[in-house]
């Protein structure tokens, strides 16, 4: 028979008075709160120093958006293993994870360094917030759980809003490196708060983890993000190219298909802004030899401003025949 700490938590008695159960369950409660609203705002301060220290400006969102992924991620296992193996231990893991990441990030050397750092205290922090709502069901009685509530409320707002003048005073002070190095007596003092919680109960019997869930929302979630993050870089020059190939004029679904090819294709972006450039001296219709396909001017004037799919310099075209 499994027994859930909620049902145990609501039936057993308040295991404290009113008045020190505000100082013996709130605080071990508030401050892995605090972290968590505060990571989400403390590092876009430091972008800037970051992309001027490790360079690559291009992929310098991946800093937060690998963040988010993780803590996306390991948010709903936090939960299931909090039942398992309880709810006490698992924020004390949860804790430490996010405290080595946090270093491995303030010493990282490159930004490979620091977006893996980053996915791995995303993988920590995805269990701060969501163990600390279960510790809080836990070593609170049901009729003061709204008043708490309330209170972690508090505590989000004030992390999100604190950590960026923060961030940008350690930024502007200490370097960027002193943002993550900022967790570290915070995470020391949450995990001695957290210790001073009674250890609490777990599920008895069986032991089951969702393992093929949680690979099938990382399945879902990761391509989303990653689709999301290369929508940024489309031109919005080549869409009446895309609508062109792609829309109900464009005949057959092979032929679709062949002209979205054709827009990944540099050499063909080459060869169509080549036969009608949008500003030239050479007439405004032209037309290419048999082997060669025709493009609208419109298409031309996309592709001659840029190649959003195209990789290197294409290949030169040979000349067309003037109409």
Request: hydrophobic share 55%; charged share 10%; aromatic share 6%.
């Amino acid at each position: 028979m499994t027994v859930y700490p909620e049902d145990a938590a609501a039936d057993a008695p308040v295991r404290a008075p009113p008045r020190s159960l505000f100082l013996a369950a709130f605080p071990p409660i508030a401050l892995p709160v605090f972290l968590a609203a505060a990571d989400g705002t403390v590092v876009a301060t430091a972008l800037p120093a970051i992309a001027a220290s490790l360079g690559e400006v291009e992929r310098l969102s991946w800093v937060v958006v690998a963040n988010l992924i993780a803590n996306t991620i390991a948010a709903p296992a936090y939960g299931r293993l909090g039942d398992l193996f309880g709810r006490r231990a698992m924020m004390l893991a949860a804790l430490a994870i996010f405290t080595s990441a946090s270093l491995l990030c303030a010493f990282a050397t490159s930004l490979d360094m620091l977006i893996a750092a980053r996915v791995l205290q995303g993988l920590g922090g995805g269990g701060l917030m969501t163990l600390a709502q279960a510790l809080l069901g836990e070593n609170v009685p049901p009729r003061a759980r709204g008043a708490y509530q309330g209170y972690l409320s508090a505590c989000i707002v004030a992390g999100a809003t604190f950590a960026p003048v923060a961030g940008g005073l350690l930024t502007e002070l200490y370097g960027w490196h002193s943002v993550f190095l900022s967790y570290l007596p915070l995470c020391a003092i949450a995990m001695l708060l957290v210790l001073r919680l009674p250890r609490g109960v777990h599920s008895q019997g069986r032991a089951s983890f969702d393992a093929l869930g949680l690979v099938l929302l990382a399945a879902f979630i990761v391509p989303l993000l990653l689709a999301l993050s290369s929508m940024q870089r489309l031109d919005p020059s080549a869409v009446p190219m895309m609508a062109e190939v792609t829309g109900p004029k464009s005949g057959s679904p092979i032929r679709r298909a062949n002209g979205v090819r054709s827009i990944c294709d540099p050499w063909a972006a080459a060869a169509i802004a080549w036969m009608v450039p949008p500003t030239s001296g050479r007439p405004a219709s032209v037309k290419a030899s048999a082997a060669r396909p025709q493009a609208s001017p419109t298409a031309a004037a996309a592709f001659s401003r840029s190649r959003p799919c195209g990789v290197g310099s294409p290949p030169s075209v040979g000349p067309v025949a003037a109409a």
